[in-house]
T-cell receptor, first 113, second 110 residues
Framework: GAGVSQSPRYKVAKRGQDVALRCDPISGHVSLFWYQQALGQGPEFLTYFQNEAQLDKSGLPSDRFFAERPEGSVSTLKIQRTQQEDSAVYLC???????????FGPGTRLTVT | EDQVTQSPEALRLQEGESSSLNCSYTVSGLRGLFWYRQDPGKGPEFLFTLYSAGEEKEKERLKATLTKKESFLHITAPKPEDSATYLCAVLDTGRRALTFGSGTRLQVQP
């Protein structure tokens, strides 16, 4: 079956611009996660949804970061007024409700110039 | 606070030269330990979940083991296509988010 998909795969933004990153999880997966991965590092948790409810947003680095999943399927991560330190790969993962394994998408590489 | 430390940071092997990657962890309560493989420009690919000390899982040339403080990923007779970054992550009993280590970059030369 289809895996997790993310779009766009690459995004270049000028400092101060707003960006929106999309994640389409595996069909039927109730849990959705966003992670940020800096070059040469492991992914770091940003936020977690169960269906449409955002149950944990403790990893969001500032109030410029906002995520939503209004219908419990597709999710969008929005970054307002982008800064150079926001440059990273943003990974989305999904999980079913009977297992803890998370399945990752290919990521969106964000470069802020 | 959960912590995961992977060693070595990088490893270069000759084809057929077996070795092990280490993952040391600290959690308040372990719900599971996960191994992922990540190729350049791609997202992490799930390999194994280990739930309790003494557990072992195998897949082709890879075998993962777990103790109360660390996990090992053993690679037997590696091939060049095994070259990738291997990530270890833990899931704490109080959370749903994974805590990752920085990974081990494995290069297998023909």
């Amino acid at each position: 079956g289809a895996g997790v998909s993310q779009s766009p795969r690459y995004k270049v933004a000028k400092r101060g611009q707003d960006v929106a990153l999309r994640c389409d999880p595996i069909s039927g997966h109730v849990s959705l996660f966003w992670y940020q991965q800096a070059l040469g590092q492991g992914p770091e948790f940003l936020t977690y949804f169960q269906n449409e409810a955002q149950l944990d947003k403790s990893g969001l680095p500032s109030d410029r970061f906002f995520a939503e999943r209004p219908e419990g399927s597709v999710s969008t991560l929005k970054i307002q007024r982008t800064q150079q330190e926001d440059s990273a790969v943003y990974l989305c993962a999904s999980s079913s409700d009977w297992t803890y394994e998370q399945y990752f998408g290919p990521g969106t590489r964000l470069t802020v110039t | 606070e959960d912590q995961v430390t992977q060693s070595p940071e990088a490893l270069r092997l000759q084809e057929g030269e077996s070795s092990s990657l280490n993952c040391s962890y600290t959690v308040s309560g372990l719900r599971g330990l996960f191994w992922y493989r990540q190729d350049p420009g791609k997202g992490p690919e799930f390999l194994f979940t280990l739930y309790s000390a003494g557990e072992e899982k195998e897949k082709e040339r890879l075998k993962a083991t777990l103790t109360k403080k660390e996990s090992f990923l053993h690679i037997t007779a590696p091939k060049p296509e095994d070259s990738a970054t291997y990530l270890c992550a833990v899931l704490d009993t109080g959370r749903r988010a994974l805590t990752f280590g920085s990974g081990t970059r494995l290069q297998v030369q023909p």
